[in-house]
């Protein structure tokens, strides 16, 4: 028997929430993200049927990522370009995660207020989500959230991350292009920068290369630019490029983009692009594997009943992590 949902039947809210997201209905576009980013066990069947009949529509978005540390202007720069690729014609869809709080797990989802111009247009569409904690500055559901954009028609799909750096590898496991905006003043933020995102980004930009830190963007720009030369690029058939950019000023904006489009065709041109999306698709596969995993060992009743008494055991020192782990994963594995 189906499950009822607010006197709705399973099959009928999932083909609403398919006929919403194809005829470009907002309403039940946001409806199916909620849908695909709940975390309740009963809506997983839900979630994969609709997922299940969107996959078909998926996979012809151009999808970027941009990250940068809190403070370089993120929102600032993503609205900038939003309204630079409507102008052009283009859809636009924009998952912004916003932090969770640690303490209470909230989220202050501010970014529709941040993009107040791109939010109200037509041809663009802003999400935001809480990132749960979840490391990479994604959400749990971000790479499901994307492909419901594209399935609702939206050409490009940007992605704007916490920038919290921690692991953003989960980030550019799920783009095409990788960004990392940066401060001017190359000269601290080359100290603190860390090589592995370097490594992963295809293009840099320097914000607010605008008034009397132009001088230092552009400083800043050519700086990375050397910095980049230390490392091996991450794709054969692409050399990261770096670019000074005023979000406030609308200034490279253009020149940016171009970049990203020029970075498609590399990838398009030599096969790497399918690859790439092979890749994260099969990488995405382990990852939803290792989560069920962990949610299935903490749920399984012995192990469930010994977790506090061992966590105790190893914080008194009483017992070795290792030693821990090895008696809660025995039980599991009975």
């Known amino acids: ?8 039947s399973e099959e009928r809210a999932v083909a ?3 006929r919403g997201v194809v005829e470009g209905d907002r309403r039940l576009l946001a409806k199916a993200i909620t849908l695909v980013e709940s975390m309740r066990r009963e809506d997983a069947p839900l979630r994969e049927e609709l997922l299940a009949r969107l996959l078909p529509r998926t996979g012809c978005a151009v999808r970027v990522g941009i990250t940068g540390t809190p403070g370089v202007g993120k929102s ?14 283009e859809r636009v869809s924009v998952l912004a995660v916003d932090p969770s709080s640690p303490v209470s797990g909230g989220s202050i989802l501010g970014d529709k207020t941040r993009m107040e111009q791109l939010a109200q247009h037509p041809e663009a569409f802003i999400r935001p989500s809480p990132s749960g904690g979840s490391l990479g500055g994604v959400a749990n559901r971000t790479r499901e959230a994307l492909l419901v954009c594209e399935a609702a028609g939206f050409g490009v799909a940007l992605v704007e991350t916490v ?6 590898i989960v980030v550019s496991s799920m783009v095409d292009s990788f960004c990392v905006l940066l401060q001017p003043g190359a000269g601290d933020a080359l100290q603190g920068m860390k090589k592995g995102v370097l490594e992963l980004a295809d293009v840099l930009a320097v914000n607010k290369a605008d008034g009397e830190q132009k001088a230092a963007a552009e400083r800043a720009r050519d700086e990375y630019a050397r910095a980049l030369g230390l490392f091996s690029p991450g794709a054969a058939v692409w050399t990261p490029r770096v ?4 979000a406030r000023e609308k200034v490279g904006i253009d020149a940016f983009w171009e970049t990203l489009l020029a970075h498609r065709e590399a990838l398009l041109g030599s096969g790497e ?3 790439k999306r092979r890749r994260q698709a099969r990488a995405w596969m382990w990852s939803l594997i290792e989560q069920g995993l962990q949610e299935s060992f903490r749920e399984h009743r012995e192990v469930k009943s010994r977790i506090a008494e061992l966590e105790r055991a190893v914080e008194e020192q009483r017992l070795t992590p290792a030693a821990a782990a090895q008696t809660l994963l025995e039980l599991f594995r009975k």
Not at 1 to 8: A, F, L, T
């Open 1 to 8: 028997m189906k499950r009822e949902i607010g006197h709705v």
């Open 243 to 246: 670019l000074a950019v005023s």
């Open 16 to 18: 609403e929430c398919v």
């Open 273 to 275: 692009l399918e690859n």
């Open 76 to 89: 600032t720069f993503i609205e900038a370009l939003g309204l630079f690729l409507v102008g052009r014609g």
């Open 163 to 168: 920038g919290i750096g921690q692991s953003e």
